[in-house]
């Protein structure tokens, strides 16, 4: 089984900065993706962004510059810095995991979500 622990969400006025993390555990063998969603009231969840095992990375438009991917092999662990938030940020943070497990083959994973509020 593959657990995911998120860290880091929280309240911040606009134009200021907060990093989410997300490490993996459990029975991995390896990690192919990983990403960051976010779903805010009322509307669907989006792909924020995401980066694979080579380190290649894709963002929404939306915060293409404002808003860095990273992952730390080593630690099974995917980052999120988001810089010049805006009240439009605001939502509950999803992070992604898909790889393949040592027990049950490949598996999608998802945690347990982290809220960011940016007040304006």
């Known amino acids: 089984q593959v657990r995911l622990v998120e860290s880091g969400g929280g309240l911040v006025q606009a134009g200021g900065s907060l990093r989410l993390s997300c490490a993996a555990s459990?029975?991995?063998?390896?990690?192919?993706?990983m990403g960051w969603y976010r779903q805010a009231p009322g509307k669907q969840r989006e792909l924020v962004a995401g980066?694979?095992?080579?380190?290649?990375?894709n963002y929404a438009d939306s915060v293409k510059g404002r808003f860095t991917i990273s992952r730390d092999n080593a630690k099974n662990t995917v980052y999120l810095q988001m810089n010049s938030l805006k009240p439009e940020d605001t939502a509950v943070y999803y992070c992604?995991?898909?790889?393949?497990?040592?027990?049950?083959?490949?598996?999608?994973?998802w945690g347990q979500g982290t809220q960011v509020t940016v007040s304006s």
């Open positions: 992604n995991v898909e790889g393949l497990s040592t027990t049950r083959g490949w598996f999608n994973s």
């Open positions: 459990g029975t991995i063998f390896t990690i192919r993706a």
């Open positions: 980066i694979i095992s080579g380190g290649s990375t």
